[in-house]
C-alpha cells in the first residue's frame, strides 16, 4: 500500500509562487508514474501534471503549462509541483496521484483508475 501525503499548500497573492511536495511511503514508488490533479470549489477534479518514474517525458494540462513544473527525486520518494504566476483561477484542493502506468495514460485516465492518492493541500490564490 503506497501513502503518499501531499504539503506546501498555503494562502498566496496572485502572480506568486508555491512548491508542493508529495511525500511517497513505498520504495516501488520509483517504478510508478505521479501526478497532481486538483479540485476547486464545485468543480470536477481535473488533471494538472504527471511525470514518468524514471523523470520524463512530462504532461501538462494546458491550463498550467509555462507555470507549473513537476519533477520527482526517487532517492527522496518525494515529488514536486513548483507553481509560479499564480492566478486566482489555481486556487483549488491539489492532490498528488501514483499509479503503475505511464504519465501519459495518467493524464487521460479517469480519475476512479487511479490506485493512490493523496489527502491533499489546499492553495488559495488572492487577487
Known amino acids: 500500500q503506497v501513502q503518499l501525503v501531499e504539503s506546501g499548500g498555503g494562502l498566496v497573492q496572485a502572480g506568486g509562487s508555491l512548491r508542493l511536495s508529495c511525500a511517497a511511503s513505498e520504495r516501488t514508488f520509483n517504478m510508478y508514474a505521479m501526478g497532481w490533479f486538483r479540485q476547486a470549489p464545485g468543480k470536477a477534479r481535473e488533471f494538472v501534471a504527471a511525470?514518468?518514474?524514471?523523470?520524463?517525458?512530462?504532461y501538462y494540462a494546458d491550463s498550467v503549462k509555462g507555470r507549473f513544473t513537476i519533477s520527482r527525486d526517487n532517492a527522496k520518494n518525494t515529488m514536486y509541483l513548483q507553481i509560479n504566476s499564480l492566478k486566482p483561477e489555481d486556487t483549488a484542493v491539489y492532490y498528488c496521484?501514483?499509479?503503475?502506468?505511464?504519465?501519459?495514460?495518467?493524464?487521460?485516465?479517469?480519475?476512479?483508475?487511479?490506485?493512490?492518492w493523496g489527502r491533499g493541500t489546499q492553495v488559495t490564490v488572492s487577487s
Open positions: 511525470i514518468n518514474w524514471s523523470g520524463g517525458p512530462t
Open positions: 496521484a501514483s499509479d503503475p502506468t505511464t504519465a501519459q495514460s495518467m493524464a487521460v485516465m479517469p480519475g476512479s483508475e487511479i490506485d493512490y
